[in-house]
């Protein structure tokens, strides 16, 4: 296996890229094995299994940063940093911690389990890097940073924080790279205005807007009009670049690369190779299927977003793991409390802490 012999993302680089799509299954089985047992995070940990090798076959880590929001689907990232021959501790008392921490490892550059502060993190690691630059200060008991990279979902990218971040970020105008993750899922389906914008520059309505709206102002030029508007036609693959999505993020001072494919291994190091030096804020958005891989997770992302022992051959909850099917009334109750969360904020505060007590008592990986 090639997982055995990976003790640094160094020991990562020296794999042919096309032996990187078998390190991708082997480490989908560790996780999925492991999460089996331990419980834990499995369905966002699924998704972004070839996005982090192609983060760590790209970027240096851990004079690179990346800064993982909530933290949740950092299994790839611990197992390709040296925590392979440990990962059976996961979320055990002294074991790892089911999230990035930084005193567990040089590679995690910042600790979370709170959602939508990556983008913040960044840049004041950023930030930090700058200063430290500027006024020579040496003797640092730490490596200076060197690229930070900011990987948030789309579920986390709908928080206030994160537009904190994003608007802080579009007016340093710094060298960070931001990572969306895009699998149209929070813990549950993403609901509200972020998401259908996300979901519409997916389905290329932006573009295809454009390109209505284009050809007929093109047709409306007196004499010229037909012969441009052919022109354009033909240079469509071009302008397709150009004028597709990221509009928004465009505004807030990003330079916007995608949608690309989140699972194209070769693809995503082509493009993180292709801004790695860029001095300007950077959002790639990459698109991801949460819960990749497994097909009860693929199926049912939601259910597997956080979950305690399993049978990996059935996807059956163990009995006591305190997931669907198997809790009290109260538990049932809390749950359909939970399905609120999408359209009340009130709603969601009471489920999130009423969810957070039952997930201490039942020993479920959280929300
Ligand atoms: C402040 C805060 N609010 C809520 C949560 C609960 N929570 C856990 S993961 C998550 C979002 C998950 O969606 P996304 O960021 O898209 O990641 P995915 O799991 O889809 O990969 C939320 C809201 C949290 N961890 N922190």
Known sequence: MFIEKIKSPQDLKSLKTEDLNVLAEELRNVIIERVSINGGHLASNLGVVELTIALHYVFNSPEDKIVWDVGHQS????LLTGRFHIFHTLRKYKGLSGFPKISESPHDAFGTGHSSTSISAAIGILEARDIIKKFQISNLRFQIPNKVIAVIGDGALTS??????????????????????????????NVGALSNYLNKVLTG??????????????EGIPKIGETVAKIAQKAEGSMKGFFLPGGLFEDLGFNYLGP??????????ETLNSIKDANEPTLIHVVTKKGKGYKFSEE????????????ADTGIQKEGSGVKGQGSKAEENLENLSVVHCISPLAYHEASVSMISVCGVIGNAGT
């Open 75 to 78: 299994y790839s990232h611990k």
């Open 160 to 189: 206030g924080l994160a537009f904190e971040g994003l608007n802080h970020a579009g007016h340093l105008k710094k060298d960070l790279i931001v990572i969306l993750n895009d699998n149209e899922m929070s813990i549950s389906p």
């Open 205 to 218: 309505t932006f573009y295809k807007k454009f390109k209505k709206e284009t050809k007929a102002f093109l």
């Open 260 to 269: 690309i494919d989140g699972h194209d291994i070769p693809l995503l190091i």
């Open 300 to 311: 049912d992302p939601c259910i597997y977003h956080g979950v305690g022992p399993f049978e």
